[in-house]
């Protein structure tokens, strides 16, 4: 099973920034998402599709339809920028590729 | 305070072994499923190996299966992995992470460690 996401998305601050997770039905499953900023470990910033764990902004969404995951950031910021992971159960943890956020 | 600590990683030559440790603390160690993930350098996340919570079911990575053997110490508090005849694509940071429930299918991994940096070259 694969999980495929866009190697870099680029957004300007203050924008919404749409990151996607493409999986054969992956509406079928849960995804989560974490974030990785350089040299840190990745942080869980939603799970079970759109739930945020304590802590997490509320700028930070995610969806789950079809065979597309999709993690959203409402009103960008500086410190977004990072590494985004969605993740998803298939027999296995699957993890995606990755995507670089980059805030311009 | 939930900590999880790893330990155990080094510079080995191909074909030799290594156990890595993961240190729990500040939640109930057998209540949760616990997994290794790894990441090259440079590299995203590859998923390696995850326990339930009393150990019964495990699951591996298709890429360390009949290398990698993950188990469980509830007495300790600590999870482990010992690798196996060891190859220069096993380079990569090795993180513990707690599951948010008790299967290896509980894919939420809420709290990781800072890992341990397992290095594979001769």
């Known amino acids: 099973y694969e999980l495929i996401q866009p190697p870099s998305v680029s957004v300007s601050p203050g924008q919404t920034a749409s990151i996607t997770c493409s999986g054969h039905k992956l509406g079928d499953k849960y995804a989560c998402w974490y974030q990785q900023k350089p040299g840190q470990s990745p942080v869980l910033i939603i799970y079970q599709d759109n739930k945020r764990p304590s802590g997490i902004p509320e700028r930070f969404s995610g969806s789950n339809s079809g065979n597309t995951a999709t993690l959203t950031i409402s009103g960008t910021q500086a410190m977004d920028e990072a590494d985004y992971f969605c993740q998803a159960w298939d027999s296995s943890v699957v993890f995606g590729g990755g995507t670089k956020l980059t805030v311009l | ?122």
Request: hydrophobic share 35%; proline share 2%; glycine share 12%.
């Open chain 2, 1 to 122: 305070e939930v900590q999880v600590v790893e330990s155990g990683g080094g510079l080995v030559q191909p074909g030799t072994s290594l156990r890595l440790s993961c240190a729990a603390s500040g939640f109930t160690f057998d209540d949760y499923a616990m997994h290794w993930v790894r990441q090259a350098p440079g590299k995203g996340l590859e998923w390696v190996s995850g326990i339930s919570w009393n150990g019964d079911t495990i699951g591996y990575a298709d890429s360390v299966k009949g290398r990698f053997t993950i188990s469980r110490d509830t007495a300790k508090k600590s999870l482990y992995m010992q690798m196996n005849s060891l190859r220069p694509e096993d380079t990569a940071l090795y993180y513990c992470a707690k599951a948010y429930g008790a299967t290896v299918a509980s894919i939420t991994f809420d709290y990781w460690g800072q890992g341990t940096l397992v290095t594979v070259s001769s």
